[in-house]
């Protein structure tokens, strides 16, 4: 009997040592705030820019026939997961070995050249035609993770894993063209031709996503208050493309001299607001078929559909916003 009631008095204290010992180490609130740079880790083709595919294309142009011939070409690959983040985070302390954290995440992909295509007349160095477009992305998301760590007091390692779920995003591609031509219907003097300038800016939405984020890391205790803290960080965030908005748009058009590149004559031009609905819009869908508002043809001025008034459709893309990176900054605890 007196074993017995040793024992339960050595189980009491052992597990009030253990309730005190808990107590050291109380549930605490903190607040981190980091900035870091993310690369590319799985660098995958980019996609279309309207109907021209992710090339850098070289060509001469024979001034009198018209006949292209191709010089090189190049498949243009890269990643939107490559660039700066800052982020601010809420986290909780359950014990001294598990945290929970929620993220908010800001983050700007460095530009990507997406397509080009120079055309080059023969003989004479001049660009017959150029289109070039360079699209980089904005994206706001929201990262749940939990966190595991020895809990040491001083210099405390940790590994971190959770989901990412993008709040809001954008691509966005800004197009430069120029194109020389003889339009029909436009007489021209000798040695001239239309010389049509066009600056684009297009703005593509995703559709709702989530991915995926883990890190190894360590915070540094400097104060009582205040820890430093260094990490490297994987995330993969597929996006796929919901819809597509033509922002900004301006032409003109101006007769010149092939030689020299003086301009002769204004022509008219057109601005975003001449654009019809479906060359300012599109819905991205994951067939085109017969009841696909798709182009049926183009002229000098403008392309045609089976619809003007109505969106556009074009293939859905995929991009990935996700990479390896590294983050530093400063946790702040309550």
Do not use: C
Request: glycine residues 10%; neutral net charge; without cysteine.
């Amino acid at each position: 009997m007196n074993r017995m009631y040793h024992a339960i008095l050595g189980m009491a204290a052992l597990l009030l040592a253990q309730g005190v010992q808990a107590q050291n180490f109380p549930k605490k609130m903190y607040l981190k705030v980091a900035g870091g740079y993310f690369f590319s880790v799985s660098p995958g083709q980019f996609p279309d820019v309207g109907p021209y595919p992710p090339r850098d294309i070289r060509n001469t142009v024979n001034p009198a026939t018209g006949a292209v011939t191709e010089v090189s070409e190049r498949v243009l690959t890269g990643s939107y997961g490559e660039g700066l983040r800052g982020g601010l985070t809420v986290g909780y302390n359950i014990n001294k070995h598990v945290a929970i954290e929620g993220t908010f995440n800001y983050f700007h992909s460095q530009e990507n050249l997406m397509t080009r295509n120079v055309s080059v007349f023969d003989g004479l160095n001049k660009d017959a035609a150029r289109i070039e477009s360079d699209g980089h992305v904005n994206a706001i998301d929201f990262a749940p993770s939990l966190v595991l760590s020895p809990g040491y007091e001083k210099f405390n390692p940790y590994v971190r894993f959770g989901f990412v779920v993008p709040l809001w995003g954008k691509l966005i591609i800004e197009t430069e063209a120029m194109r020389m031509s003889r339009p029909a219907g436009v007489p021209l003097p000798a040695g001239t031709m239309v010389k049509t300038d066009i600056m684009r800016t297009e703005e593509i939405k995703p559709n709702p996503t989530f991915g995926f984020q883990g890190a190894m890391g360590f915070n540094y205790n400097v104060s009582r208050r205040i820890d430093i803290f260094a990490e490297a960080e994987y995330r993969n965030v597929p996006v796929r493309s919901k819809e597509k908005e033509v922002t900004k748009y301006s032409e003109t058009n101006n007769v010149v001299n092939v030689q020299s590149g003086e301009v002769l004559q204004q022509l008219p031009g057109r601005g975003i607001n001449d654009l019809s609905h479906a060359e300012r819009y599109t819905t991205y869908v994951t067939v085109l078929d017969e009841n696909s508002n798709t182009p049926t043809g183009s002229t000098e001025a403008q392309t045609n559909y089976k619809n003007d008034n109505a969106p556009a459709n074009d293939l859905k893309s995929y991009i990935n916003i996700g990479g390896l990176g590294l983050n530093a900054g400063v946790r702040i605890k309550f």
